[in-house]
């Protein structure tokens, strides 16, 4: 069954329809490779590509009785080829056309997620450019740290997505394989050069080896790395939530004319398109699981991995182009609030400004235990008295012993922590 999010293309390819087509188009081209072997006469050939076709509820009607598929499928292009259908599947097993024209279907796949992937990397480098330098608080474990910008932020998820290209690349050409060797894939009824002939014009490589199907460690890869750039796309969701807290409220992600945030609350402008990514990453891991559990088969086959690869194969990419275009979405219409980013950033007093003052201190012969110590004694007057840092520092004895009130202000720029942010973009390429 299609998900109710998926997108026309990523719908498309995993249609009856298709699939019925890329299991078609290898019966044929394995009668074409038969024909050149002479084992098929070329009027026979001819009569067979012209007649040759399928009814999706016709072979759903004859499955009711075969309880076999292919076996459904190829009594219906019988009854359109005629006589000449005897020489189709020839030497073939299911899994011969299954699996070869799976592979098919799972590159033309790959092929979207990569262009959906290169969209959302464009927007982020619109917006990474966009927010080079507009300064804001980073954090760890959730509390102020030390300043950043949004630029370096958005930079990183930058970085991240080329790496899921890199990741989807390696998907597609693991998977671009297929394999015509017949029972047990020993080839006995078959010879090798069809399985050459089919996979040259599909595209795709002949697997080294193959038993009655293609090894599984494959599929479990392809969907692994689909789930890996779940992860990467919820890792962004999450930031983007934590940074909608109304708390914190320095990005939002878009909220339309006319949307609603909640039934009860008319006020509420709620994350919901970043919760749903985090939401659907569970299932891609979940999917990817299963691939996992796909790869040990019974001796040289059998069917408990079909199954389960009807629903995780479709659903796992159909669910990822959809988040992906989700994510292009939300970065393209992202709100900003650099004024927010400003007010957070000076709600600690200046202390995330003290790991470069420990800094200073150290240049100026102070041993690091003591720095630290003074240090971090002013930063808890900062804590429990709600003082001003910087005030802390002036009037602490030992800190005024080897700084000069003078300089204390020029420690609090936040210049100081920009002046490399040219160099980090240059490093990941925007």
């Given at each position: 069954m299609i998900p109710r999010?998926?997108?026309?293309?990523?719908?498309?390819?995993?249609?009856?329809?298709?699939?019925?087509?890329?299991?078609?188009?290898?019966?044929?081209l394995a009668c074409e490779a038969l024909a050149s072997l002479g084992k098929i006469p070329e009027e026979e050939?001819?009569?067979?590509?012209?007649?040759?076709?399928?009814?999706?509820?016709?072979?759903?009607?004859?499955?009711?009785?075969?309880?076999?598929?292919?076996?459904?499928?190829?009594?219906?292009?019988?009854?359109?080829?005629?006589?000449?259908?005897?020489?189709?599947?020839?030497?073939?097993?299911?899994?011969?056309?299954?699996?070869?024209?799976?592979?098919?279907?799972?590159?033309?796949?790959?092929?979207?997620?990569?262009?959906?992937?290169?969209?959302?990397?464009?927007?982020?480098?619109?917006?990474?450019d966009k927010y080079k330098y507009t300064v804001m608080v980073g954090r760890s474990h959730g509390v102020h740290a030390e300043p950043t910008t949004f630029g370096l932020k958005l930079a990183l998820f930058f970085d991240e997505i080329n790496r899921c290209i890199e990741r989807i690349n390696r998907a597609k050409e693991i998977i671009s394989v297929g394999k015509i060797s017949g029972p047990v894939g020993t080839y006995s009824n078959i010879e090798p050069y069809v399985e050459e002939y089919v996979c040259k014009k599909l595209g795709l490589r002949p697997a080294n080896i193959s038993t009655q199907i293609l090894q599984r460690d494959r599929h479990a890869e392809?969907?692994?790395?689909?789930?890996i750039i779940g992860a990467t796309l919820e890792k962004i969701a999450t930031e983007f939530r934590n940074l909608q807290k109304t708390e914190v409220r320095e990005v939002e992600e878009p909220f339309g004319k006319g949307q609603k945030g909640s039934s009860a609350m008319p006020h509420k402008r709620n994350p919901v398109m970043c919760e749903r990514i985090a939401g659907l990453a569970r299932v891609l891991r979940a999917n990817a699981m299963v691939s996992m559990e796909n790869v040990a088969l019974w001796h040289e086959r059998d069917i408990s991995h079909s199954s389960a690869e009807r629903v995780i194969i479709p659903d796992s990419t159909i669910l990822l182009d959809y988040m992906l275009n989700q994510m292009i979405e939300i970065i393209r219409g992202l709100l900003v609030y650099p004024e927010n980013m400003a007010a957070n950033l000076a709600k600690t007093k200046g202390l995330v400004f003290s790991a470069r003052i420990l800094v200073e201190l150290e240049k100026r012969g102070v041993e690091r235990r003591r720095a630290y110590d003074i240090i971090q004694r002013c930063a808890m007057k900062v804590w429990e008295k709600g003082v001003d840092f910087k005030d802390a520092l002036s009037s602490d004895s030992d800190f005024i012993k080897v700084v000069k009130a003078k300089e204390i202000e020029g420690f609090f720029k936040v210049a100081y922590y920009t002046k490399y942010v040219d160099a980090i973009f240059k490093k990941v390429g925007i």
């Open positions: 999010y998926s997108l026309p293309k990523m719908s498309a390819i995993w249609s009856d329809e298709n699939k019925f087509q890329k299991m078609l188009d290898v019966e044929i050939l001819k009569k067979i590509k012209s007649k040759a076709k399928f009814d999706v509820k016709r072979i759903e009607e004859i499955e009711k009785t075969t309880r076999h598929d292919v076996i459904a499928f190829l009594h219906n292009i019988a009854e359109y080829i005629g006589d000449s259908s005897r020489f189709v599947h020839q030497g073939l097993t299911s899994s011969d056309i299954l699996d070869t024209g799976l592979s098919v279907m799972m590159k033309e796949s790959a092929d979207i997620i990569l262009e959906d992937l290169k969209a959302l990397k464009q927007e982020l480098r619109k917006k990474a392809y969907l692994s790395e689909i789930a």
